[in-house]
């Protein structure tokens, strides 16, 4: 196997092949990722929910995400890792935004998303581009925004909005951005703006017609339980298997059955 790159996400959807994204914030994970030939992994700032335990995704500064990038770094070989930049980690001015984004390409992410398609954003995407920092662009729902479109609402629900968001994802696509999310969109407006685009969607609660799909890990593999969103399929149930093993391991314990002669020397 060799390292994926960019060119790798255009030629699945030149060829009408579909794109398997997900996310991973430790060296197991990534591992797992890995050699299930996984196309991407994000590292995402879910991570301040998922791994953190924080109400949501305000939390977390770039260097704390510097730190699970380069777990991830380490245990993916193959796979190309996207770093997500945190809230107000690219917000202020192009240079933070450039600045910020190197350092994750310094800690082993092969390519930075950002959230949004403002000036500001659309010229950050093209001065990363041109330094050599590829980017995924993030449309749609946006968790950084949340407190201003007033939570978690579907987006591409009128003509209207829906032509908004495809005007930004064609301005952030001439900007150089490699591809582009897709959250929590109506299905037929993604496909919409799928079809309308030259480089890959990849959604989130936008429907089965985009060219990818990407998912938090420990959602899809029933690892983090707090809350399970209607886009989210249980491929695998850790939580309860996890939950099973520690409580054999307190039990044999408590009866003197672990360890045995097999563990002791
Ligand atoms: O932070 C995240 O995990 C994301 C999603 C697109 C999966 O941004």
Same mark, same amino acid.
């Given at each position: 196997?060799?390292?994926?790159?960019?060119?790798?996400?255009?030629?699945?959807?030149?060829?009408?092949e579909?794109?398997?994204?997900?996310?991973?914030?430790?060296?197991?994970?990534?591992?797992?990722?890995?050699?299930?030939?996984?196309?991407?992994?994000?590292?995402?700032?879910?991570?301040?929910?998922?791994?953190?335990?924080?109400?949501?995704?305000?939390?977390?500064?770039?260097d704390?995400?510097?730190?699970?990038i380069?777990?991830?770094?380490?245990?993916?070989?193959?796979?190309?890792i996207?770093?997500?930049?945190?809230?107000?980690?690219y917000n202020?001015s192009?240079?933070?935004?450039?600045?910020?984004?190197?350092?994750?390409?310094?800690?082993?992410?092969?390519?930075?998303?950002?959230?949004?398609?403002?000036?500001?954003?659309l010229e950050?995407?093209?001065?990363?581009v041109?330094?050599?920092?590829p980017?995924l662009?993030?449309?749609?729902?946006?968790?950084?925004?949340m407190q201003?479109?007033?939570?978690?609402?579907?987006?591409?629900?009128?003509?209207?909005?829906?032509?908004? @968001?495809l005007?930004?994802?064609?301005?952030?696509? $001439?900007?150089?951005?490699f591809a /582009?999310?897709?959250? %929590?969109?109506? =299905? +037929?407006?993604?496909?919409?703006?799928?079809?309308?685009?030259?480089?890959?969607?990849?959604?989130?609660?936008?429907?089965?017609?985009?060219?990818?799909?990407?998912?938090?890990?420990?959602?899809i593999?029933?690892?983090?339980?707090?809350?399970k969103?209607?886009?989210?399929k249980?491929?695998?149930n @850790?939580h309860e298997?996890?939950?099973?093993?520690? $409580?054999k391991?307190?039990?044999? /314990?408590?009866?003197? %059955?672990f360890? =045995? +002669?097999?563990?002791?020397?």
């Amino acid at each position: 196997m060799t390292k994926k790159n960019i060119l790798h996400f255009q030629k699945l959807k030149d060829n009408g092949e579909k794109i398997a994204l997900l996310t991973a914030y430790d060296y197991s994970t990534a591992k797992v990722l890995d050699e299930a030939d996984i196309d991407g992994i994000l590292v995402g700032d879910s991570l301040a929910m998922v791994a953190l335990g924080y109400e949501n995704t305000y939390n977390i500064s770039i260097d704390e995400m510097l730190v699970f990038i380069k777990a991830v770094a380490r245990g993916a070989k193959n796979s190309f890792i996207i770093g997500d930049m945190p809230f107000m980690s690219y917000n202020l001015s192009v240079e933070q935004g450039l600045e910020n984004a190197s350092k994750m390409i310094q800690a082993g992410a092969n390519a930075v998303k950002l959230e949004g398609c403002n000036e500001h954003i659309l010229e950050l995407v093209k001065r990363c581009v041109e330094s050599g920092i590829p980017v995924l662009a993030h449309l749609g729902f946006t968790p950084q925004l949340m407190q201003t479109i007033g939570g978690h609402k579907v987006q591409g629900k009128t003509r209207e909005n829906t032509e908004k @968001i495809l005007e930004c994802a064609k301005k952030l696509e $001439k900007a150089g951005a490699f591809a /582009v999310v897709l959250e %929590l969109m109506n =299905s +037929e407006s993604a496909k919409y703006i799928t079809e309308n685009l030259e480089i890959p969607t990849i959604g989130i609660g936008a429907g089965a017609d985009c060219d990818g799909q990407i998912v938090v890990t420990d959602d899809i593999l029933g690892k983090f339980t707090d809350f399970k969103p209607k886009f989210v399929k249980h491929f695998a149930n @850790i939580h309860e298997v996890s939950l099973n093993g520690v $409580k054999k391991y307190s039990e044999e /314990v408590k009866k003197g %059955l672990f360890p =045995s +002669e097999n563990e002791s020397f």
